[in-house]
């Protein structure tokens, strides 16, 4: 690489330029050791606490939008162009708490004190989002964060009534400022970086990452760091080279064209839920239970596919539905259908330096019943131990189409061939899911393992059958039984 930029951010209000901080180096472990930031705090290094929750800002026209994320899973050259917003930051110059820590401070919502960084910042994203949210918006704001100690009923109670302290900020009061030092650090070509024999390249287009992967076809793509970030976390690993998609506005989209809901494959979980919720509802819930906030902020449904990953709940969804992937290698562009991008477990079709470009899956349709539902232990943030999906088009009351897919019941997301076939031609009703489900046991031998037995996952997948039938023919829709399991799950926190 013939030179080396710096990143460049904002932070604490000012600009800030960064040279020879290692590119593997954790955005939490640079505000700890280099910046002595410890409000930030380390509980998983996985981002399943929040503990380390931080947020981030990002000029969205002529405003910022504020997101919360885990500082354990990010490196520190994702900041680059961003505003970085950590708990120490909170307080104004005079001493005065933000309205935020005052409603938690005067609601009891600190115990032991090593989680509440990390909800403050979760509501303090959701406070610059709306100031006065209802409390099913901030149970899901919250559900990244974990407390041993207040049972969560003084930090929600803080929640409903953080607006009433201030609707605006040091942060509102600036945003102007901070806007302007945001357009000044806009990068407007590939932003390159190297230090410790490290090197890490942001392009600002799909043509620049199509000749970034040529040239470095064993590059790890960087789109939300939520697995990645845990190879370095967890695993230790060394990442030389590093590419991200942050920074390619032209494959972070979310749209309907005419009978097609297209996707980028940057596009984060955050970004593409309400399209593909208002399409299909159920699949809009799978989203919502993905992970917390903090993931579904970073991670994408590109990148989820990419992983390759049996218990992805995304899959299944898009495989039943149809959905097909563009894959761009140079400047040959191909289409695969996603049922045709799995060989085995953890691998793809993929070619060296070639990658996903865009998700496509059908519009609905009025003849076509689709469902989705996962089953995990805990309601949130929880991985599935089996997730079905189905696509099922009735034609003059006979089941003319069935497309089944399930996550969690082979080494890859995995359609139910002999489970269709027993659908297919079929009338529309109980006889039919009866024959479908006992055809299970013929398309798959689940394994046993910590999430659930190879006996209970069969028994969940035929179930699914059932409950599949019950949402589509008439009876209580989805959102009714998930908002009963939710009640359960949430009385025995």
């Known amino acids: 690489m013939a030179g080396s930029d710096a990143i460049r951010f904002v932070f604490g209000g000012i600009l800030r330029e960064l040279r020879g901080v290692d590119p593997n180096t954790t955005i939490l472990n640079w505000l700890r050791e280099n910046e002595r930031k410890t409000g930030t705090k380390e509980g998983c290094a996985e981002g399943d606490c929040g503990a380390c929750t931080v947020v981030l800002g990002e000029l969205v026209g002529s405003r910022i939008r504020y997101s919360a994320l885990n500082a354990c899973l990010l490196f520190v050259p994702v900041l680059d162009g961003k505003e970085l917003v950590v708990v120490e930051d909170l307080r104004g110059q005079d ?44 149970n899901d704001a919250i559900a990244g964060n974990l407390c041993r100690c207040t049972g969560y009923r003084p930090i929600i109670d803080a929640g409903l009534v953080m607006g009433k302290y201030g609707e605006s900020d040091q942060f ?92 980028g494959a940057a596009t984060s979980y955050s970004e593409a839920s309400a399209i593909i919720g208002e399409a299909y509802p159920d699949f809009g819930e799978i989203f919502r239970r993905l992970g917390s906030v903090q993931i579904r902020n970073a991670g994408t449904i590109g990148g989820n596919i990419a992983n390759a990953s049996p218990i992805g709940d995304s899959m299944p969804g898009l495989i039943a539905l149809g959905a097909s992937l563009l894959l761009r290698r140079g400047k040959t562009i191909r289409q695969v259908p996603l049922d045709e991008f799995y060989t085995g477990y953890r691998q793809t079709v993929l070619e060296p330096g070639e990658f996903i470009t865009e998700i496509r899956l059908p519009a609905p349709r009025k003849d076509r019943h689709f469902h989705t539902a996962k089953v995990c232990k805990r309601f ?114």
């Open 95 to 138: 001493g005065k708490l933000h309205p935020v820590q005052q409603a938690l401070v005067d609601h009891h919502g600190s115990q032991c004190g090593f989680c509440t960084p990390g909800f403050v910042m979760s509501l303090f994203a959701l406070y610059k989002a709306e100031a006065k949210p209802e409390r099913a918006r901030i």
């Open 172 to 263: 509102s009061a600036r945003e102007k400022q901070t806007a302007r030092l945001l357009r000044s650090i806009r990068r407007k070509e590939t932003f390159a970086y190297q230090a410790n024999n490290r090197q890490y390249f942001a392009p600002t287009s799909e043509d620049e990452l199509a000749a970034l992967t040529k040239k470095y076809p064993d590059a790890n793509l960087l789109a939300g760091g939520t697995d990645l970030g845990l190879l370095v976390t967890k695993q230790h690993r060394d990442l030389d080279t590093l590419i991200a998609l942050g920074g390619i506005a032209g494959m972070r989209y979310a749209r309907r064209s005419g009978e097609t809901i297209e996707i």
């Open 380 to 493: 949130d943030q929880d991985i599935s131990a089996v997730c079905g999906a189905f696509a099922i088009t009735v034609t003059g009351g006979r089941i003319s189409e069935a497309r089944v897919c399930y996550g969690g019941m082979a080494s890859t997301p995995q359609r139910a061939a002999r489970c269709e076939a027993a659908l297919v031609g079929k009338p529309w009703g109980e006889g039919a899911i009866e024959d479908a489900a006992r055809a299970l046991e013929r398309d798959f031998t689940p394994l046993s393992d910590v999430r659930a037995s190879a006996g209970y996952r069969m028994s969940v997948a035929r179930n699914l059958l059932h409950r599949m039938l019950f949402d589509t023919a008439g009876g209580p829709g989805l959102s009714h039984v998930l908002a009963y399991e939710g009640s359960q799950a949430g009385s025995g926190a």
